[in-house]
């Protein structure tokens, strides 16, 4: 994958919600099509852009919705929507966070499909996006967690999380720093795990993750 492939690095879709037509149409320029859903669309629900996805969160529906450009499809996930859920969409992924019914729930438009993880979600947790990579960083339980939107999975890492930890996510990476475990850690999108340096770090270091690395 490069910067000049279009399926991947570039905007390539368009949304628009209907309520008085109870409809949904998302346009794919990657594929050159419309597609429609025929669902109520209500004054709560939440609207997304990233890139080649889309995504609709149904607080009344009981729903979340994702459009990927790449594959031109709708695809649904009935579940409760509630409104301390968390929401972000990046270039080929959509992260949603709810600590109400204890998931993690993600979208890869290269997959066009969804994976979810049944684990605890917390107030203190971080949530990142990146072109093709999700990060979710949980103090409270120990876990880095790290979804790919290339393999349309979850990766988890069960390792101590601090308050002075450094969380970054760009292209296909997610790094996180550790002064207090003496760690560097790194997650590929491309092949869907976690790698571990062990080595001191320290306050004056820099740290730094390209976007389309």
Do not use: H, K
Not at 22 to 37: D, P, Q
Not at 112 to 138: E, I, K, P, R
């Amino acid at each position: 994958m490069s910067e000049q492939n279009p399926n991947f690095y570039l905007a390539r879709v368009a949304l628009v919600a209907q309520p008085t037509q109870n409809a949904l149409r998302a346009y794919s320029a990657v594929t050159g099509t419309w597609a429609s859903l025929t669902v109520p669309v209500d004054t709560g629900d939440t609207f997304l852009l990233g890139g080649n996805t889309a995504l609709v969160a149904q607080p009344v529906q009981n729903v979340l919705r994702a459009f990927s450009a790449i594959t031109g499809t709708w695809v649904s996930l009935t579940v409760p929507v509630d409104t301390g859920d968390t929401f972000l969409v990046d270039t080929n992924v959509a992260l949603v966070a709810q600590p109400t019914q204890n998931a993690l729930r993600a979208f890869s438009a290269i997959t066009g499909t969804w994976a979810s993880l049944g684990v605890a979600v917390d107030t203190g947790d971080t949530f990142l996006v990146g072109t093709n990579v999700a990060l979710v960083a949980q103090p409270t339980q120990n876990e880095l967690r790290a979804y790919s939107a290339v393999t349309g999975t979850w990766a988890s890492l069960g390792v101590a999380v601090d308050t002075g930890d450094t969380f970054l996510v760009g292209g296909n990476t997610a790094f996180v720093a550790q002064p207090t475990r003496n760690a560097l850690r790194a997650f590929s999108a491309i092949t869907g795990a976690w790698t571990s340096l062990t080595v001191p770090v320290d306050p004056g270091d820099l740290f730094l993750v390209g976007s389309d690395a």
